[in-house]
T-cell receptor, first 114, second 115 residues
Framework: AQKVTQAQTEISVVEKEDVTLDCVYETRDTTYYLFWYKQPPSGELVFLIRRNSFDEQNEISGRYSWNFQKSTSSFNFTITASQVVDSAVYFCAHSTGANSKLTFGKGITLSVRP | NAGVTQTPKFQVLKTGQSMTLQCAQDMNHEYMSWYRQDPGMGLRLIHYSVGAGITDQGEVPNGYNVSRSTTEDFPLRLLSAAPSQTSVYFC??????????????FGPGTRLTVT
């Protein structure tokens, strides 16, 4: 069975600090997908990124970057120069197979203080 | 496109009452699912559907029923509400393939309180 572990539960940083959110997954599948979602205080779930198991290239999108390492089964998310608007709960998730079932981690609450 | 819509946004039930949470999507997505979100638990899959007429159980299906008579709609029924079902419920949809590659689009959520 798939499992996603987000060991950090709450992180608090001061604005402009860099912060890394950790995600470790367990799977027996060779083909799978990993996702990050953001849940701001307003409550909606916002898709951030998808990565497939065959693509270990790191990705950068503005202040956001993701580091996927199959060797350590990790898919970590870094926010550079954090801003107050980054305050949210961040979920890492895993999906595989025709049923597209998403397995979520428990989420990391990030608080960015001005 | 309205995307994924859910009604109601808030609901208070008494123990033993039944109700249906509505979910609809206008993106012609094959895959639809229901999650519940509880503090410190992340999102857990209740039921899902890979197309009209096809449903299956997720991680926490007990106490809930679903049906999928159309591509657009995927209602979630609480048969006899219990306080343990107090939660925020999210409906999601996505295109479907054999790999689980698509991101899911989430509705705004329904906050349910059972007293």
């Amino acid at each position: 069975a798939q499992k996603v572990t987000q060991a950090q539960t709450e992180i608090s940083v001061v604005e402009k600090e860099d912060v890394t959110l950790d995600c470790v997954y367990e799977t027996r599948d060779t083909t799978y997908y990993l996702f990050w979602y953001k849940q701001p205080p307003s409550g909606e779930l916002v898709f951030l990124i998808r990565r497939n198991s065959f693509d270990e290239q790191n990705e950068i999108s503005g202040r956001y970057s993701w580091n996927f390492q199959k060797s350590t089964s990790s898919f970590n998310f870094t926010i550079t120069a954090s801003q107050v608007v980054d305050s949210a709960v961040y979920f890492c998730a895993h999906s595989t197979g025709a049923n597209s079932k998403l397995t979520f981690g428990k989420g990391i609450t990030l608080s960015v203080r001005p | 496109n309205a995307g994924v819509t859910q009604t109601p946004k808030f609901q208070v039930l008494k123990t033993g009452q039944s109700m249906t949470l509505q979910c609809a999507q206008d993106m012609n997505h094959e895959y639809m699912s229901w999650y519940r979100q509880d503090p410190g638990m992340g999102l857990r899959l209740i039921h899902y559907s890979v197309g009209a007429g096809i449903t299956d159980q997720g991680e926490v299906p007990n106490g809930y029923n679903v049906s999928r008579s159309t591509t657009e709609d995927f209602p979630l029924r609480l048969l006899s509400a219990a306080p343990s079902q107090t939660s925020v419920y999210f409906c999601a949809s996505s295109p479907s393939d054999r790999l689980g590659s698509y991101e899911q689009y989430f509705g705004p959520g329904t906050r349910l309180t059972v007293t």
